[in-house]
């Protein structure tokens, strides 16, 4: 038979590590609390800064304004679905979309009369346009492919191709710079046409998409965004964008309000700093002078 008493004997012992495992498990759990329940948290003395502590320069916030001025307006085909508006020499070089319908035309802005058009076979969408010297740059919208014309008689004269959509087109003297519909911008070579450049616009630290119809005005990318009558303002060299203009009231002096679609056209008159503005289906285009905020 057992010995009793020498069971009690052995209870001691074994009481006595349970005591001391409970007190270091209470001392752990204690030391984990403290700490955040995190034993690999950095203190927050050596924590480096976050974004919301220092200035990040893609969230600078842009300004906003819509004050502009009106100088004039002139008369424009409304059947025309514009997507691309150019000013030189005192003319309007325009691209017109919709298959079947598109076409590239030259225009005197003051009576919207049309001096000069090419038009675009069947399979072709035309997009946005730009002219480099005596050549006009016209994209098409899904076929990848470009063509480029005669600035004087609107003669093709040659073709090139791209990978992605052709949308808004505009130029900085030396290269092409391309939307396609998203928030980046593609800047090509007019001679070889290989991009040499990919620029993603963000605004407040937001990418830009719906970028569309394009116009490069000192030293600065005015571009369109689709489905809007808004016109940001991007920084050729860092994407982001500095400004919106908001130009929605013009819908107001629209004398065919109900057929319009939304403002696409943006060319740039020089000699008067003043923007030509129109759109998809405007019955007007508009000559407006931005705010003292802006050229």
């Not at 309007?92 to 802005?109: C, I, M």
């Not at 919207?112 to 006009?136: C, M, N, Q, V, W």
């Not at 040499?196 to 571009?223: F, T």
């Not at 203009?245 to 107001?252: E, M, V, Y």
Request: proline share 5%.
């Amino acid at each position: 038979m057992r010995n009793p008493r020498g069971r009690r004997k052995n209870r001691v012992p074994n009481l006595l590590i349970f005591l001391f495992f409970s007190l270091f498990l209470l001392s752990s759990c204690s030391e984990t609390q403290n700490s955040g329940g995190n034993p690999d948290k950095t203190p927050a003395s050596d924590r480096l800064p976050s974004h919301t502590e220092t200035e990040d320069p893609e969230k600078k916030t842009s300004k906003s304004q819509d004050s502009f001025t009106v100088l004039n307006s002139f008369p424009h085909d409304p059947t025309a679905f514009t997507q691309g508006l150019v000013y030189r020499d005192g003319l309007l070089y325009e691209s017109t979309g919709l298959y079947g319908k598109s076409s590239l035309r030259k225009t005197d802005p003051a009576s919207g009369k049309t001096l000069a058009k090419t038009d675009l076979p069947r399979e072709f969408f035309g997009e946005g346009l730009t002219i480099i010297g005596d050549s006009i740059y016209q994209l098409t919208w899904k076929s990848g492919q470009g063509f480029i014309y005669g600035k004087e008689n609107l003669k093709r004269k040659g073709s090139f191709t791209y990978s992605t959509e052709g949308w808004g087109l505009t130029d900085d003297g030396t290269r092409l710079i391309m939307s396609d519909g998203t928030e980046k911008l593609y800047f090509l070579s007019p001679e070889s046409f290989e991009v040499a450049k990919v620029l993603s616009v963000k605004e407040n630290g937001a990418a830009v998409p719906r970028l569309n119809e394009l116009e490069y005005v000192e030293g600065k990318i005015y571009c369109n965004i689709w489905h809007s009558d808004d016109i940001v303002v991007v920084d050729p060299e860092s994407g982001i964008v500095e400004r919106r203009i908001k130009l929605g009231q013009l819908r107001q002096r629209l004398s065919l309000a109900n057929e319009a679609g939304v403002l696409n056209g943006i060319a740039w008159k020089p000699s008067s700093r003043t923007f030509l503005i129109t759109g998809k289906n405007w019955s007007e285009v508009f000559e407006i002078k931005l705010g003292s905020a802006f050229p």
